[in-house]
């Protein structure tokens, strides 16, 4: 959903500019402190420091590893058809490896899953990178070899608009790949990138899932069977993703309710719908949220409806998005959301080796076949 990850974390156009929520007393389950837990999408950063601090704060820091993930998955803008899209790319990449650098202690980053078991390992945190558009590829197909270079391992296809490659969740013609957006498939798969085809039209992630050779991931979506959105997945769509081996990531965003407004009984019957259609070997969990709590407050209110404001003009905003509309699963706004949602399941009758499954051991099987390691 992001226009820029880094902007929003920090405060400047979205959400996370106060305080966190913490429940009184974390649920605890040895189980998941053990395991490796993944959002497969998501952003990291500092809400108690100043935007130009690359130093992430110790009370940021403490918050993160808190929260019990082993690895987050982050955006590299742009997304949406901007003038530079290359120069864009280029520059946010540059802003992302200086953050790194200057988090050597805490941070790793993610360029096979060996990367992931290590920070688990040293008590640090995996930084995945990855797109969420190809537009800064186009046809100039090279550049992935050069994102790969850079640290990039995941690229998503579209965005919520049509791109070279095909059509974005929100196109109205629904049009489906293009011959180049098969073309960018191939050598994504031939670089050993993941292919992400979260945001794609209908017909575009339906016919991505049946050309794609590799295992494909739906990083971030909810099921279109419970909730008529664009922005959610069909049912045999989500059944072809499982076919190829890939996983579908169960969203934490106002799509999976109608009426923009979910609570934690909505998230659960949406990843329980995609592990009955899918497989519980293909399903996993993508928030689409910031890997700390989002405040509420007057000032973080003002900021988000600026960032609404700011996506609706630029024409990138899904249905249900707008003023007021928080970008959340309001249940599950804690520091120990992870472990709560994990203990929630748990009394509906999830096994320990499902919820490993679901929490991060699925999506780092992908991520193996991907890169290795």
Same mark, same amino acid.
């Given at each position: 959903m992001d226009v820029d990850r880094r902007t929003v974390m920090t405060g400047a156009a979205a959400v996370l500019a106060a305080a966190p929520l913490v429940a009184k007393r974390p649920a605890t389950a040895s189980w998941y402190d053990r395991a490796i837990v993944i959002d497969a999408l998501g952003g990291i950063g500092d809400p108690y420091s100043? =935007? +130009?601090? $690359?130093? $992430?704060?110790d009370r940021a820091w403490s +918050?993160?590893?808190a929260t019990g993930v082993t690895m $987050?998955? =982050?955006t590299v803008f742009p997304v949406g058809n901007s003038a530079e899209p290359w120069g864009d790319y280029q520059k946010d990449v540059a802003l992302k490896r200086n953050i790194l650098n200057a988090n050597p202690d805490r941070l790793v980053l993610v360029r096979t899953a060996a990367d992931i078991l290590k920070a688990k390992r040293e008590k640090k945190f995996a930084w995945l990178w990855g797109t969420q558009d190809s537009s800064m590829v186009g046809p100039e197909l090279d550049r992935l070899g050069q994102m790969k270079k850079d640290g990039v391992m995941t690229v998503q296809l579209t965005y919520n608009n049509r791109n070279l490659a095909g059509d974005g969740a929100l196109e109205p013609a629904n049009a489906g790949l293009s011959r180049l957006g098969r073309a960018t498939i191939e050598r994504i798969e031939a670089e050993k990138l993941l292919l992400d085809l979260s945001h794609g039209g209908a017909r575009t992630v339906a016919e991505a899932a #049946?050309? #794609?050779?590799r295992p494909p991931v739906i990083s971030h979506t909810g099921a279109r069977a419970l909730a008529d959105h664009p922005r959610n997945t069909a049912d045999e769509t989500i059944r072809a993703v499982g076919d190829k081996g890939g996983v579908v990531g169960v969203y934490f965003m106002p799509f999976l309710t109608l009426n923009s407004r979910p609570k934690g009984a909505d998230l659960v019957r949406h990843i329980e719908y995609v592990a009955k259609v899918a497989g +519980? =070997?293909?399903?996993g969990i993508g928030t689409d949220n910031g890997v700390l709590p989002q405040a509420t407050d007057a000032e973080a209110t003002r900021k988000l409806n600026e960032w609404a404001a700011q996506r609706i003009k630029m024409g990138i905003a899904a249905p249900g998005e707008g003023l007021n509309v928080w970008p959340m699963v309001a249940d599950y706004n804690s520091v120990d959301r992870y472990r709560r949602l994990a203990a929630d399941l748990r009394k509906r009758g999830w096994s320990e080796a499902r919820l490993e499954k679901l929490f991060g051991g699925n999506f780092l099987r992908v991520y193996r076949e991907a890169w290795g390691g």
């Open positions: 100043p =935007d +130009e601090q $690359l130093r $992430l704060g +918050e993160m590893i $987050l998955r =982050d #049946a050309f #794609a050779k +519980e =070997d293909h399903v």
